[in-house]
């Protein structure tokens, strides 16, 4: 009698915790993320450096300064302003250059979307998805910069990897961010280059 007792709660219990677990499902609440989908990749062949405290910023700098066809920027908010002032000069250069920002910017004339605008970089504002404090530069197809680029304190890290597979990768994860990103179009204009005064002479 015990016995059955026994196994008569057990199996009350069971189905009182399989209740509250459905009742409390994603599906109901309606409010729970979806998990990002992850991906692994054994790369073969990778050479890798790290770089730590102000060290980051000099090696952020010099692999936009080595670019030779194209930089893409995804990043929770925008980078410092000697990084931003990298991006101008490669975009002056000819290569081509695009930004992804979680941040939403200020529509001011000095600040850096405003600035990259200007220079004709297309800047996206991702503010619907999470874009992770890390930043990550995708550089020629083929450079994975990913990490923090204005380092200030030694407990900030910078990963430079070169690998074409793994930059793969993060440029298929930075066009998904383009579909739903808005452009961020500026209000501010460039002044006008100053005209030129030209003085006739005066028959005699």
Same mark, same amino acid.
């Given at each position: 009698?015990?016995?059955?007792?026994?196994?008569?709660?057990?199996?009350?219990?069971?189905?009182?915790?399989?209740?509250?677990?459905?009742?409390?499902?994603?599906?109901?609440?309606?409010?729970?993320?979806?998990?990002?989908?992850?991906?692994?990749?054994?790369?073969?062949?990778?050479?890798?450096?790290?770089?730590?405290?102000?060290?980051?910023?000099?090696?952020?700098?010099?692999?936009?300064?080595?670019?030779?066809?194209?930089?893409?920027?995804?990043?929770?908010?925008?980078?410092?302003? *000697?990084? !931003?002032?990298?991006? @101008? &000069?490669?975009?002056?250069?000819?290569?081509?250059? $695009?930004? #992804?920002?979680?941040? %939403?910017?200020?529509?001011?004339?000095?600040?850096?979307?405003?600035?990259?605008?200007? *220079?004709? !970089?297309?800047?996206? @504002? &991702?503010?619907?998805?999470?874009?992770?404090?890390? $930043?990550? #530069?995708?550089?020629? %197809?083929?450079?994975?910069?990913?990490?923090?680029?204005?380092?200030?304190?030694?407990?900030?890290?910078?990963?430079?990897?070169?690998?074409?597979?793994?930059?793969?990768?993060?440029?298929?994860?930075?066009?998904?961010?383009?579909?739903?990103?808005?452009?961020?179009?500026?209000?501010?204009?460039?002044?006008?280059?100053?005209?030129?005064?030209?003085?006739?002479?005066?028959?005699?």
């Amino acid at each position: 009698m015990q016995r059955t007792l026994f196994v008569i709660l057990c199996l009350f219990i069971l189905f009182a915790c399989q209740d509250k677990s459905v009742s409390s499902s994603p599906k109901d609440k309606g409010a729970s993320p979806q998990k990002p989908v992850s991906k692994e990749l054994v790369l073969k062949s990778a050479p890798a450096r790290v770089y730590f405290g102000t060290d980051c910023s000099e090696a952020v700098l010099k692999e936009i300064c080595e670019a030779r066809s194209n930089i893409f920027v995804q990043a929770h908010s925008l980078p410092s302003a *000697a990084v !931003i002032g990298a991006l @101008i &000069d490669a975009r002056k250069g000819g290569l081509e250059v $695009e930004v #992804i920002t979680g941040r %939403g910017p200020r529509k001011a004339k000095n600040s850096p979307a405003t600035s990259l605008a200007n *220079a004709g !970089i297309p800047v996206y @504002i &991702d503010s619907k998805r999470a874009i992770g404090r890390d $930043e990550t #530069i995708v550089i020629d %197809g083929k450079t994975v910069v990913a990490g923090s680029f204005d380092c200030s304190s030694d407990t900030e890290k910078l990963t430079v990897i070169r690998s074409p597979e793994l930059a793969t990768v993060y440029m298929k994860n930075g066009k998904k961010g383009k579909q739903h990103a808005k452009a961020y179009r500026s209000k501010v204009t460039p002044a006008p280059a100053a005209q030129r005064t030209v003085v006739r002479k005066r028959k005699p």
